[in-house]
């Protein structure tokens, strides 16, 4: 058996596959090979030993792979687009993004693993120690298991198998039943490169048995999820002795000052609130609001929402397409209807047509209120009238998320204070906590997860130091 031996069946086994159907329109717009638990095992023992001969390759190979794919995507990249539109319903410009996205978190991979290395020690920089020659180094872990979510169906499978496979790791990639062909494409570029590591990257598919046949497996070294908190509390619980990295759920939140620019906040936080029609781990949720500009503020940002483009993905000044299913839109109105029960009142009501559900902006929203309490991952947006950032930074780190927050002020004490205030793993000063750039740190605290993500990062996490000493 050789790795990508489940393209041979996605393109061959037709009697053993599964369809995947555009959020949008309901054409079938691909298909994927049905893997058991059978199928996982056999992957991860193609890379138990494809690891041990990916550790013995150059670093100078390595990044001319995942440079060599990066050009490959670049030539592809309207075809790569097209692809994660018809699956997931991203708007096509949105799509193109993610592709951009993704050729820069591939370079970045190459780039950084360049530049990563040990440090000498001193060892007798104290009376118990001596002279010797004494250092650290990092080598890879070995085997990566890499579960990717639906949202970013590329540039967060990037985000795992770059790292892993440029510090000379063998990754086995599961990625989201809602995007098989994005996935294949992209793990094809690897495999049929020139300077491909024979065998170091294969990948399955499927749901809860193929996942807990890898997770609980012996072979990996290393985890790393993007998911839901309920699948990371299993993954935690199956996983054993391993690197487990998990990014998990968020309740994004931010706090407008009375000393923010009010135009550029409202605008800000309707594209926070409503990309990818908030199904994104940092969609902005909450909005807390200073009392003496509720009203202001709240005008205006059911004015920017209402100005957002709704419909056909495929159009290219579309800005929200579908949810990614029924289910998501049942939810979203639940949520929608379960606040007005509460007292809540909708500044922007939202419209459905098929999947494509509109911006929902709530005002007149309690902090107890179910809406502001758990993730909605959803275009729905709610407004808090707080009287001071102490009352509004209380209620944001009153939840059992902490990924990523914001606030807009031009008080510079007040954005001081916030930074050390908040219970998150990002502060975004000036801008929608929705924010995120490749080459930083990314993850959270709390049940959003642990570890973190970013090529530098990442690679720290998938690989060991090994320290040495030389007498």
């Known amino acids: 058996m050789r790795a990508g031996v489940y393209f041979g069946s996605y393109e061959a086994t037709k009697e053993r596959m599964s369809e995947r159907r555009s959020p949008y329109s309901g054409e079938v717009v691909s298909f994927a090979p049905l893997c058991d638990a059978d199928d996982a095992k056999k992957a991860l023992l193609i890379a138990k030993e494809a ?17 060599d794919v990066a050009q490959k995507l670049r030539e592809h990249k309207e075809e790569m687009a097209k692809t994660i539109t018809d699956e997931v319903g991203k708007p096509i410009a949105f799509a193109r993004v ?28 104290f009376a118990s120690g001596k002279k010797t020659m004494a250092f650290f180094k990092r080598v890879p872990c070995g085997v990566v298991v890499a579960i990717t979510p639906f949202n970013f169906p590329l540039n967060l499978v990037a985000h795992k198998i770059a790292p892993a496979l440029v510090a000379g790791n063998a990754v086995v990639l599961k990625p989201t039943p809602e995007a098989p062909l994005t996935a294949y494409k992209f793990a094809k570029l690897f495999i049929e490169s020139k300077y491909a590591i024979k065998d170091a990257l294969s990948v399955v598919y499927g749901d809860a048995e193929v996942g807990d046949a890898l997770v609980s497996s012996d072979i990996p070294r290393v985890i790393s999820f993007t998911g839901s908190v309920g699948v990371g509390e299993i993954i935690t619980k199956r996983a054993g002795i391993k690197k487990v990295s998990l990014e998990l ?53 059911a004015q920017e929402s209402a100005k957002l483009i709704v419909g056909s ?14 289910e998501a839109c049942q939810r979203a109105m639940e949520w929608v209807q379960s606040a007005k029960n509460e007292g809540a009142v909708a500044l922007l009501e939202p ?40 009352e509004a930074g209380e209620m944001m780190n ?7 927050f914001s606030l807009f002020t031009n008080d510079l004490t007040l954005a001081k204070d916030a930074i050390d205030a908040l219970d998150a793993g990002g502060i975004v000063v000036n801008d929608m906590p929705t924010l995120r750039f490749d080459i930083q740190p990314y993850g959270g605290v709390k049940l959003s ?5 970013g090529p530098r990062f990442a690679i720290e996490e998938m690989t060991e130091m090994k320290s040495v000493i030389i007498c």
């Open 51 to 67: 690891a041990k001969e990916a550790a013995k390759t150059t670093l100078a190979q390595r990044c001319s792979w995942l440079l």
């Open 98 to 125: 993610e592709v951009e996205r993704c050729i820069e978190t591939v370079t970045l991979a190459a780039e950084t693993m360049r530049t990563m290395h040990g440090e000498t020690i001193n060892s007798d920089a």
């Open 249 to 301: 759920g968020g309740n994004a939140a931010t706090f407008v000052d009375v000393s923010a620019d009010l135009d550029l906040a409202a605008q800000r936080c309707a594209l926070g609130a409503f990309v990818n029609s908030g199904q994104v781990c940092i969609s902005l949720q909450r909005i807390y609001v200073h009392a003496k500009v509720y009203d202001a503020f709240a005008a205006k940002m």
């Open 313 to 326: 993905p495929y159009n290219e000044d579309t800005f929200m397409g579908p949810l990614i299913n029924d």
């Open 351 to 390: 419209k459905v047509e098929g999947r494509v559900f509109s911006p929902c902006v709530m005002a007149n929203v309690r902090p107890d209120m179910a809406i502001v309490c758990q993730e909605v991952f959803a275009p729905i947006v709610s407004l808090i009238k707080v009287e001071s950032f102490d």
């Open 398 to 404: 009153d939840s059992p998320y902490g990924l990523q």
């Open 449 to 453: 997860g642990v570890g973190r993500e």
